[in-house]
C-alpha cells in the first residue's frame, strides 16, 4: 500500500507531458526516441516519442525502500534502524520456552502444528520497520521499483544473497517461492497474493510482479513479506507434507538439533550474508536459541524461576501481582516490567460461530453479551489490571469511538439501508454492571432480544418457541485458567435459561477444530497492526468464510463487510485508512459476533538478568530479536552461555 515509498512522481498521459518531464530530469537519451534532421544550423528540433494509444505506464525508478503513504523514516544513506545496536556482541546463548507441542518444521501448510522459532530460518525481500506504521526496506531485494499507479512490483535482488548452503538466490528462487505457496501452501497464501496475476523474469536477479486491475495499494509491500525458499532444495520434496527433515533456509539461524514435541535448538548462522544490511544490522545477536515445550502453564512458569529458560511474557494478571514474589526476584536476579506497546492490540474474546444455526440471528449473539460480567472479573480476578476491549483496534487511533462523523460517516451512509439505525445515533456500548441497576437491566434486554429471536422460557429453561428445543452449546478451551472464568459465564447465562458447558483440550486439538471451524464458541485473539489491509480480508470476509485455514472463525458473511474491507484496502492515504479502517471496526462490533474479554496497553515481561537490550523500544513493540547476552551479566548468574 506504499504510495511514497517510490516517491511523488508524477502521471503523465501524453507524450508532451512525458518529454517535458524527461527533460526537467536532464535525461540525455530515451529509448524509442528519435530525432528529426536539423533544417538549419541553429535550429535544434525538439524530439519527439513514438507512443501508441494506449496509456502510458508510469515513470519509476528503483528505490532502496517503501512505504504505504511515502512517510519513509530512514534516508537512503541509513546504516541500522533506531531501536537496535549495531554495536551489539554476538554470542551466549537463549533459552526460550513454548506451550504444547510441534509435529512438522514445515510451518507453510495447514497440516500439522510447526515448532517454534522457524521463521528465524527465512529471510524476505524486504524488512517491516518496527517504528512506522508500514514501511519496508531491502533484505534479499536490495531494491524495488514500484509505479505510482501501483501496477507492479519489481524486486532487484541483492547479488550477495545467499541460502544456508551458500547456494546463491536468485529469480527463479523468488517465483518458486511464490508459485509454490500459492499452489501449495497454508489457503491464506492464495487469498493474500490474490491480486497478482503473473510474474516476469526480467533476469537472474530480477523479479517483476503484474498485479490486476484495482486499488490494492499495500500489494508491493506485502510480496515484500513473502518468504524465500530454495527450490533446489524442495523440487524433489512433498511440500504439503509435514516432515521432520531439516529445511535449507535463508535467514540468520539454521536448525542444530530437535527432538520432536519436546524442544528445538537453533544456530545463528556464522556467516549469514546480510549480517551487514542496514535492515539487519544489530539483529540476531545470540549463537544458539532453544525452544523447550511444556504441556502445562503452571510448569512452564516455574521453570523459569529455575532458571530452565530466560524470559517470558506474563499473560497471567494474578500470577503477575502475586506469583512473583520469589528469590530470584527480590534480590534483582531476574527483572520484572511494563514496557510499552503502542500497537493495537486487536480483539481478544469469546467467538461465536455464527455458521451454528443457534448464533446465525444477531438478537441472539447481542444477548450473549450479558454473559460477560467484567467489571466483576477485573476486580475478583484481574487485580484492576485490564481495560474492556471496546474495538477491533482498540489501543490505537483505528478505534472506532462516539458517533460516526466525517469519512468514517460518509462510508457508513453508502450502506445506511443495510445496517442497523442505532449504529448512527448511539456508541456501541457493552454491558456495566456497576451502573445503577445495571445487571437487572442487561438481564431483561437479553431476555427480550431472546423472545424477539424465538425463544423462550418453560421451567426456568430457554426453549425454541416452535421446537421446544433448549438453547444449549459448548465452550471449547485450551487454556486452563479460563475455566473459571467459563464457570461465571455459565453461572450469568444460566439466569437467561442458557446451558452452556465447557471444555478443555489440548492445543493440536483446539488448533485443528478452529481451523475446521468445528466449536459452537471458542477464545481467541485477532491481532492487529498499524496498517491494516489485506489480512482483514481472511479475518472477516464472506470468501474467507467458507475456506478452513482462514481466521473467519465468527462465520461473518456480510457483503457490507466485504466492501469496506475493499476501501481499507483501497485507501490512498493514512488519514482515509483510518477514516475506514474505524468505519469496518464500527460495523464488525455491532454485528456481535464475538464477547470482547480485556487488554493492557504494556507487555509484562520477566527476564534473567543477563541481557543488554536497546534504550529505544520502537512503536510496534519489544522485540528479542534485538537483545543480546551480556557477557559479565551472563558470567556472574552463570546462564546464556558465557
Not at 535448538?265 to 523447550?292: H, Q
Not at 450469568?492 to 486439538?509: A, P, S, V, Y
Not at 479475518?539 to 475493499?566: E, H, L, M, T
Request: net charge negative; with cysteine.
Amino acid at each position: 500500500m506504499q504510495k511514497g515509498s517510490i516517491g511523488q512522481k508524477a502521471r503523465f498521459g501524453t507524450a508532451s507531458a512525458i518529454l517535458a518531464a524527461l527533460l526537467a530530469f536532464g535525461c540525455a537519451s530515451v529509448a524509442h526516441v528519435a530525432y528529426a534532421e536539423e533544417a538549419k544550423p541553429n535550429i535544434t528540433p525538439a524530439p519527439t516519442i513514438s507512443v501508441s494509444e494506449e496509456p502510458l505506464a508510469t515513470l519509476a525508478r528503483p528505490e532502496y525502500a517503501i512505504s504505504l503513504y511515502g512517510d519513509l523514516k530512514y534516508g537512503p544513506g541509513f546504516t541500522h534502524f533506531d531501536y537496535v545496536n549495531p554495536d551489539a556482541p554476538k554470542g551466549g546463548t537463549l533459552l526460550d520456552s513454548s506451550t504444547g507441542s510441534f509435529d512438522t518444521l514445515n510451518p507453510f501448510i495447514l497440516k500439522g502444528d510447526p515448532a517454534a522459532g522457524l521463521g528465524l530460518m527465512y529471510d524476505t525481500l524486504l524488512v517491516q520497520s518496527l517504528d512506522e506504521p508500514f514501511s519496508e526496506y531491502g533484505l534479499v531485494a536490495q531494491k524495488v521499483e514500484v509505479p505510482e499507479d501501483r501496477s507492479y512490483a519489481t524486486f532487484f535482488i541483492n547479488p550477495k544473497a545467499r541460502f544456508q548452503d551458500d547456494t546463491p538466490i536468485t529469480a527463479d528462487d523468488v517465483i518458486f517461492s511464490f508459485n509454490t505457496l500459492v499452489e501449495k501452501g497454508n489457503p491464506t497464501y492464495r487469498q493474500y497474493y490474490a491480486s497478482v496475476d503473473h510474474l516476469e523474469k526480467l533476469d537472474d536477479l530480477t523479479v517483476k510482479f503484474v498485479f490486476k486491475p484495482g486499488d490494492n495499494l499495500e500489494l508491493p509491500l506485502i510480496l515484500g513479506d513473502i518468504p524465500i525458499l530454495p527450490e533446489h532444495y524442495w523440487k524433489d520434496r512433498d511440500f504439503t507434507k509435514t516432515t521432520f527433515d531439516i529445511p535449507v533456509g535463508s535467514g540468520p539461524y539454521k536448525i542444530k538439533n530437535f527432538e520432536p514435541g519436546r524442544h528445538i535448538t537453533y544456530e545463528r548462522v556464522k556467516n549469514y550474508w546480510a549480517k551487514d544490511v542496514p535492515s539487519a544490522k544489530g539483529m540476531y545477536n545470540f549463537d544458539t536459541i532453544r525452544y523447550d515445550y511444556y504441556r502445562d502453564l503452571d510448569v512452564e512458569r516455574q521453570a523459569f524461576f529455575a532458571g530452565e529458560y530466560y524470559y517470558r511474557s506474563e499473560h497471567s494478571s494474578r500470577e503477575w501481582a502475586t506469583g512473583y514474589d520469589k528469590p530470584a526476584v527480590r534480590n534483582g536476579n531476574i527483572k520484572k516490567e511494563l514496557i510499552p506497546n503502542h500497537q493495537p492490540r486487536g480483539m481478544q474474546g469469546f467467538v461465536l460461530n455464527a455458521r451454528r444455526p443457534l448464533f446465525a440471528d444477531h438478537r441472539v449473539r447481542r444477548a450473549l453479551q450479558y454473559a460477560m460480567d467484567f467489571q466483576w472479573l477485573n476486580r475478583a480476578m484481574f487485580y484492576g489490571a485490564y481495560q474492556r476491549t471496546d474495538s477491533y483496534f482498540v489501543n490505537s487511533e483505528l478505534a472506532s469511538s462516539g458517533l460516526p462523523q466525517g469519512e468514517e460517516l460518509e462510508v457508513l451512509n453508502k450502506f445506511r439501508d443495510q445496517l442497523p439505525a442505532d449504529l448512527f445515533t448511539k456508541p456501541y456500548s457493552l454491558p456495566n454492571y456497576d451502573a445503577e441497576n445495571g445487571r437487572r437491566m442487561a438481564l431483561r434486554e437479553s431476555m427480550t432480544l431472546l423472545n424477539e429471536a424465538g425463544w423462550e422460557l418453560r421451567d426456568q429453561k430457554l426453549v425454541n418457541k416452535k421446537t421446544g428445543e433448549p438453547f444449549r452449546f459448548s465452550l471449547m478451551l485450551r487454556q486452563p485458567g479460563f475455566d473459571k472464568i467459563a464457570l461465571m459465564m455459565q453461572a450469568r447465562l444460566r439466569q437467561l435459561g442458557i446451558e452452556m458447558d465447557f471444555r478443555l483440550i489440548d492445543t493440536g486439538q483446539w488448533i485443528n477444530r478452529l481451523q475446521s471451524y468445528d466449536f459452537d464458541m471458542t477464545s481467541f485473539w485477532w491481532q492487529q497492526s498499524l496498517s491494516p489491509g489485506n489480512e482483514q480480508r481472511f479475518y472477516w470476509s464472506s470468501a474467507a468464510a467458507d475456506q478452513p485455514g482462514n481466521r473467519n472463525f465468527a462465520g461473518i458473511k456480510d457483503p457490507v463487510v466485504d466492501q469496506i474491507i475493499d476501501l481499507v484496502i483501497s485507501a490512498e492515504s493514512r488519514e482515509s485508512l483510518v477514516q475506514r479502517t474505524r468505519a469496518l471496526d464500527r460495523v464488525l462490533l455491532w454485528g456481535d459476533y464475538t464477547i470482547p474479554q480485556w487488554y493492557q496497553a504494556s507487555d509484562r515481561m520477566a527476564y534473567w538478568d543477563i541481557f543488554g537490550r536497546p534504550s529505544v523500544v520502537p512503536t510496534k513493540g519489544n522485540s528479542i530479536m534485538t537483545w543480546w547476552i551480556d557477557p559479565e551479566k551472563s558470567k556472574n548468574l552463570g546462564k546464556g552461555g558465557y
